[in-house]
């Protein structure tokens, strides 16, 4: 609406009624005229107010709307920020200036085992480890990061200060559940030792040896050749030692993968069987095989090494009677039996003997070239084929070990 036009009939009015009253001085008139421009400026009142009101309203609505849009995208980005602290896959906590927790997820309340909702910051004092990390992140307003243990879990903790422009206005807090690499780290750290220990006992021997025929000049022939003879033993160790490391990083690998070709298992048996005739005549045992035909997919090079490894323990683990080899399909998969009559294993070694570098008697494990790592690869090529291996066995008695591949993945 333009006021200026009211106006403008306004000022003429008044200055019509002003003249008037100069020239004729006619009260009637002049009254007539006051009413007039009363009932005008009235009139134009009313308007302005309409007009006023109406412009309100307007700015009102779209205030409103600005503002439920702005709400809505709020809202939204809450959304958003919820669902990926759930898939976030780690624990949030934020703290706002007062000390409150003002927001945490799921994961950091199951990590802690505590319900964090609008909890004060020093109530977290029931996980010590924790309490001590957001009172010092908080009070301290600065980036810190830590690990902690809590409940035999290992935890990875960031905290992040917030700030709205100068003021402080809390910290965040990350948490991640770092307890898997920590194990993997560990165990990385005493394969390492594990492996170093293994190789430095037949280097000893290898230096020694030679050391002394280096000293020696006048080493008897016979001497000499048996010193030899013993650095040749133990370089071979080495060799079967550093060759099982390399078939166990290939196994490790998280993108490695079995070679599975449809063929017959019964010829890959008898194969590694006639490779261990020798062996077997040399120390006077016996042996019955029978072995069922069955075309299956499986990586003949792997499980040729498992049949082979467990028909050479037990061909030297036994010092007489036989190690037998059967094989046959049983419900929906083909089962490898190999047992022998040896010196057996007791039970509570049975878990023990599929570990890394573990021998029952590591004495005789040495004598027979054995590198301790054999059966943790059988397990786990048997574990790659979705297949399992068992052993029973009883002590100077014998042992049976089992292996059973599904005939289908
Ligand atoms: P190794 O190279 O020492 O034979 P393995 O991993 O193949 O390594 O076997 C681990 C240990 O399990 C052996 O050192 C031995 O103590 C025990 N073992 C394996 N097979 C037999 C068996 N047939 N009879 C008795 N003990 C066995």
Excluded: W
């Excluded at 003997?353 to 590198?371: C, E, H, L, M």
Aim: proline content about 2%.
């Amino acid at each position: 609406m333009n006021f200026r036009k009211d106006y403008s009939l306004l000022i003429i009015l008044f200055v019509l009624v002003m003249i008037y009253t100069a020239v004729f001085g006619n009260r009637i008139v002049i009254v007539l005229f006051v009413m007039g421009l009363l009932g005008v400026t009235l009139y134009i009142y009313a308007n302005v107010r309409k007009t006023i009101s109406s412009e309100k309203e307007q700015s009102v609505n779209t205030l409103l709307t600005q503002l439920d849009k702005t709400q809505k995208e709020s809202e939204d980005t809450y959304k958003r920020f919820l669902s990926l602290s759930k898939t976030l896959g780690s624990g949030l906590l934020m703290i706002n200036d007062e000390g409150i927790v003002s927001f945490s997820n799921k994961d950091f309340e199951n990590y802690f085992g505590i319900n964090l909702n609008r909890l004060d910051y020093n109530d977290l004092n029931v996980v010590p480890p924790l309490f001590k990390f957001v009172n010092e992140a908080y009070l301290l307003e600065e980036h810190i990061r830590r690990q902690i243990t809590y409940d035999n879990k290992y935890y990875d903790l960031i905290s992040t200060p917030l700030f709205e422009g100068d003021m402080y206005a809390g910290t965040l807090i990350l948490a991640h559940d770092i307890t898997q690499l920590k194990t993997a780290e560990k165990f990385q750290k005493r394969f390492t030792a594990d492996v170093s220990h293994e190789l430095r006992t037949p280097l000893s021997a290898i230096k020694g040896f030679s050391e002394i025929m280096l000293r020696d000049e006048k080493m008897a022939q016979k001497d000499k050749l048996e010193f030899l003879g013993l650095i040749n033993k133990e370089s071979e160790r080495m060799e079967v030692i550093l060759n099982d490391l390399m078939v166990i990083s290939k196994l490790d690998r998280l993108d490695y993968e079995l070679t599975l070709v449809p063929q017959d298992i019964k010829g890959v048996i008898l194969e590694s069987v006639s490779l261990l005739q020798g062996k077997l005549k040399e120390k006077n045992l016996t042996q019955e095989i029978d072995v069922e035909s069955c075309v299956f997919p499986f990586d003949k090079v792997k499980l040729s090494q498992v049949i082979l490894n467990i028909i050479k323990n037990g061909i030297n683990y036994t010092d007489e009677g036989f190690v037998n080899v059967e094989g046959f399909v049983e419900d929906d998969n083909y089962v490898i039996k190999i047992s022998d009559s040896g010196i057996g294993i007791k039970k509570a070694n049975f878990d023990k003997i599929f570990k890394r570098f573990y021998r029952v008697d590591r004495a005789r494990s040495r004598d027979t070239g054995g590198s301790g790592l054999g059966l943790s690869i059988s397990k786990n090529v048997i574990h790659k084929h979705g297949g399992t291996i068992d052993v029973h066995s009883v002590l100077n008695e014998g042992t049976i070990f089992t292996i059973s591949i599904p005939l289908k993945e």
